[in-house]
């Protein structure tokens, strides 16, 4: 029987508070908004004797995530958090990170990106980062955030993984709300984890390595080619841990939720903090006849595409909601990814490209209703639209 | 002290067979400086010429364990190292029961332009490793541009003297002096002509608990246009001339200065002996040299009074 027990947190304090009872070898901090309230409370943990961790306390993006590849290829368990201008100013190294295979996990707190000069959520800043070789799960609220932070050790560290995971909540709207959730046992959250066990160590004199050479166009290619297949057994690890994770806690994660999706015709598709919303927009519609549903993403990479094509194909219309700003492209990064997973399908959805809540603005239950009912109505007329909606935005 | 004979045998922990130039020093510096300490070494690489000549895949020069990232990041590389070590060791589970030593180096560019930040960052947390700046006053790596270690005067690819400009037209950093006022316990200049000195000031580095930071130079045959037989006399040509002083700075103030040529030779003597000043040896560019020789003075003017008054201090004491 788990003694679990409920509890009123944030994103950020549900983040910690995992952090503290997988209790990484070292933990690397620096405040950045809206994600400091973690290392905040790491610290305070550490200086309460309430976890053992190594702080290192830098000065700047760069050199937190240099920090962390050093402690990680010295052979143990590494954490760190960061937001927006931190975490872009680390995408040089977070590259290297992904390259050298290290299972780093970092806490994200989604904000957008300057200028203009932004505290709120959107996911620029992750998208930014999505190509840099790292898996990426996307949270809707605190509970997501304690989840899928565990399960970023387990995939992260799995032997046919060993890629870093971002973890990512809505700044804010996820990182600084509060709300009901489960938190399991200390004991219970590291049996699940497991014990670490280096690849290479930095420390290990007896066995000396060299990390991080360079390689020209000999063979460049055999290495990034070869650092695929931790992304690509992701895919498998990612379901298994989910799986297991269920099984022992009794919350269930897959690639994505579907939501109301079996009868659909229609759905918006979105990740994040606004997918609460659209639960109640659906919910709503449902009680009017209307065969709506939402699917939200929560492995952003690998990318799902093959569940994606097999879930949206046989709809009638999809709304895709995209948190960032990806200029002079037909739509989100989300929305791409998806029409190109939708390509090679016999049957497929009518795609309507949205943009919503840059920089943090709102959005609610009447414009994602309005969304539906937008897209139902164009469907009809089959009419095809290729140009990007933005949700809320002034005239 | 030891002896050049008992140096040389022990165990080179840096292979033959690198791919660095002909009559490059950087090779000799660092021979001298791993065999400085007799615990396993971990090192953090910056980007640079060492980087690329010993790591280049499927081949490496090094018999220790090394890390390479980027080239502004191995202070910061290295205290996640050094955190790892604390960790592990306090709960007993280092992979080697090991005392270990830890050595960042990097290029000028590394250390006094792109990883600065790092440094300085690392210098501030008081991290309990040697800091080793193989500095050839320029951007080799890339081909010979201008870094903040660069002389004025210099003729480099950013900077290259023309009908117009002379070359450099700033000062280099004083990156030891900065380095210093971080108060950390140990700075010192060495250079590779003067192995004993340098010997000694790598040994005492990996001794003092803390940061401790070694500013080597480093001529580069390629860039400096000098022949790869000149390498260490073109390097006692900048101590003699006192536009390299060999010195060592502890616990950021106490100033001693380990070489004081008999005859301090004009600067033109240096300028005279690469290709790279040749541009400064005429009438209309002499102001440049007058510059230069002014600096140098009072540098060494400077070092002069505060040894001066580090041994009055230690009289008192």
Redesign the interface.
């Known amino acids: 029987m788990t003694m679990r027990v409920m509890k009123v947190m944030d994103g950020n304090s549900a983040t910690a508070e995992a952090v503290r009872q997988v209790n990484p070898?070292?933990v690397?901090v620096q405040p950045i908004t809206p994600a400091t309230p973690i290392v905040e409370k790491i610290s305070s943990f550490v200086a309460n004797g309430q976890m053992?961790?190594?702080?290192?306390?830098?000065?700047?993006g760069?050199?937190?995530i240099?920090?962390?590849?050093?402690?990680?290829?010295?052979?143990?368990r590494?954490f760190t958090a960061s937001a927006s201008q931190g975490l872009v100013s680390m995408h040089?190294?977070l590259y290297?990170t992904a390259s050298?295979r290290l299972p780093i996990v970092a806490g994200v707190a989604n904000r957008a990106l300057s200028a203009p000069e932004n505290l709120y959520a959107d996911h620029s800043d992750a998208m930014a980062e999505r190509n840099c070789g790292w898996l990426q799960f996307f949270c809707e609220n605190p509970q997501e955030a304690y989840d899928n932070l565990i399960q970023a050790y387990k995939v992260a560290e799995h032997m046919e993984v060993r890629t870093p995971v971002m973890v990512s909540m809505d700044g804010f709207l996820t990182s600084h709300s509060q709300e009901n959730l489960y938190i399991e046992e200390t004991g219970e959250v590291n049996e699940f984890v497991g014990k670490f066990n280096?690849v290479f160590?930095?420390?290990?004199?007896?066995?000396?390595?060299?990390?991080?050479?360079?390689?020209?166009s000999d063979?460049y290619f055999e290495?990034k080619v070869n650092q695929l297949q931790g992304m690509l057994e992701a895919r498998k690890v990612i379901k298994e841990v989910g799986r297991e994770f269920g099984d022992r806690f009794g919350r269930y994660y897959g690639y994505f939720e579907a939501y109301k999706m079996e009868d659909a015709d229609r759905a918006v598709v979105l990740m994040g903090s606004a997918a609460g919303t659209a639960k109640e927009t659906v919910d709503q519609l449902r009680t009017q006849g209307e065969k709506v549903g939402l699917l939200k993403l929560r492995v952003f990479r690998p990318f799902p595409y093959q569940e994606l094509k097999e879930t949206l194909s046989h709809l009638n219309s999809i709304a895709i909601l995209d948190r960032s700003f990806n200029p002079g492209t037909p739509g989100g990064p989300l929305c791409n990814e998806i029409k190109a997973a939708l390509y090679d399908a016999r049957q497929k959805p009518l795609v309507f490209p949205y943009i919503y809540g840059l920089g943090g603005r709102d959005i609610g239950v009447n414009d994602i209703a309005g969304i539906f009912k937008e897209i139902k109505e164009k469907s009809e007329k089959d009419e095809i639209i290729f140009e990007i909606k933005y949700i809320g935005l002034r005239d | 002290m030891m002896t050049l004979k008992e140096l040389a045998s022990r165990e080179d922990l840096f292979a033959a067979g690198h791919m660095l130039c002909p009559g490059c020093s950087i090779p000799v510096i660092l021979k001298l400086v791993l065999r400085a300490t007799q615990y396993p070494l971990v090192t953090s690489n910056a980007t640079g010429c060492l980087e690329k000549g010993t790591a280049h895949f499927p081949r490496s020069s090094w018999k220790l364990n090394w890390i390479h990232t980027a080239v502004g990041n191995a202070p910061a590389s290295m205290s996640g190292i050094t955190a790892m070590y604390r960790s592990l060791k306090k709960q007993g589970r280092l992979p080697v029961q090991k005392e270990l030593k830890f050595l960042v180096i990097g290029g000028d560019r590394a250390t006094y332009d792109s990883g600065f930040q790092s440094l300085s960052g690392a210098l501030a947390r008081r991290e309990d490793f040697v800091y080793l700046c193989y500095d050839n006053q320029m951007c080799a790596d890339t081909g010979g541009q201008s870094s903040s270690a660069t002389p004025i005067g210099a003729s480099t690819t950013t900077t290259p003297a023309g009908d117009v400009l002379p070359g450099k037209l700033l000062s280099r950093k004083n990156i030891s002096a900065v380095i210093a006022s971080h108060n950390v316990p140990y700075v010192a200049q060495s250079a590779p002509w003067i192995w004993k000195d340098l010997y000694r000031k790598a040994e005492k580095a990996f001794e003092v608990f803390g940061p401790a930071y070694l500013n080597v130079l480093s001529p580069c045959p390629n860039k400096w246009k000098i022949p790869a037989s000149k390498t260490i006399e073109v390097a006692k040509l900048a101590a003699d001339t006192c536009v390299w002083p060999i010195y060592e700075i502890k616990d950021g103030t106490d100033v001693t200065v380990n070489y004081k040529p008999k005859q301090k030779l004009p600067v033109t003597q240096w300028l005279k002996s690469q290709a790279r000043f040749k541009h400064l040896l005429t009438q209309e560019n002499k102001w440049i040299v007058n510059k230069i020789q002014e600096e140098v003075d009072k540098e060494w003017d400077l070092l002069l009074s505060l040894e001066y008054k580090n041994q009055n201090k230690m009289r008192d004491n």
């Open positions: 070898d070292v690397v053992d961790t190594e702080i290192v306390d830098v000065e700047s760069q050199s937190a240099s920090g962390c590849i050093g402690a990680s290829a010295a052979g143990g590494v040089e190294i290297i050298l280096p160590s930095l420390l290990d004199s007896e066995h000396p390595v060299t990390v991080g050479s360079n390689a020209a063979y290495h």
